[in-house]
């Protein structure tokens, strides 16, 4: 099962590091991403990162804001959050990720953490 962790309440201009963790299986084999949903919103990929050699991708609108990575010794894959904007708010899952022109789930969810991003 994948556990995302991390979230909470932070300024606008702020900076969240959320983490994604698997308690049955080694991530190092996985393309893991990060999803976001806010209320009414579709569900939106954010970032992938693929299990070797690691290339990441993101969505415009987080680009040069965000960086994912990963820490196979740790068996955790994170996401850091720079300049933080009201419009990033939303519950973020981690799951197992393909890319195409967008960031897709390929279906293995975990549990979401709540970012708010609020004066």
């Known amino acids: 099962q994948l556990q995302a962790s991390g979230g909470g309440l932070v300024q606008p201009g702020g900076s969240l590091r959320l983490s994604c963790s698997a308690s049955?299986?080694?991530?190092?084999?996985?393309?893991i991403g990060w999803f976001r949903q806010a209320p009414g919103k579709e569900r939106e990929g954010v970032s992938c990162i693929q299990g070797s050699p690691g290339r990441t991708y993101y969505a415009d609108s987080v680009k040069g804001r965000f960086t994912i990575s990963r820490d196979n010794r740790k068996n955790t894959v994170y996401l850091q959050m720079n300049g933080l904007k009201p419009e990033d708010s939303a519950v973020y899952y981690c799951?197992?990720?393909?890319?195409?022109?967008?960031?897709?789930?390929?279906?293995?969810w975990g549990q979401g953490t709540l970012v708010t991003v609020s004066s």
């Open positions: 799951a197992t990720c393909g890319y195409s022109n967008i960031i897709y789930s390929t279906g293995y």
């Open positions: 049955r299986f080694a991530l190092d084999y996985y393309a």
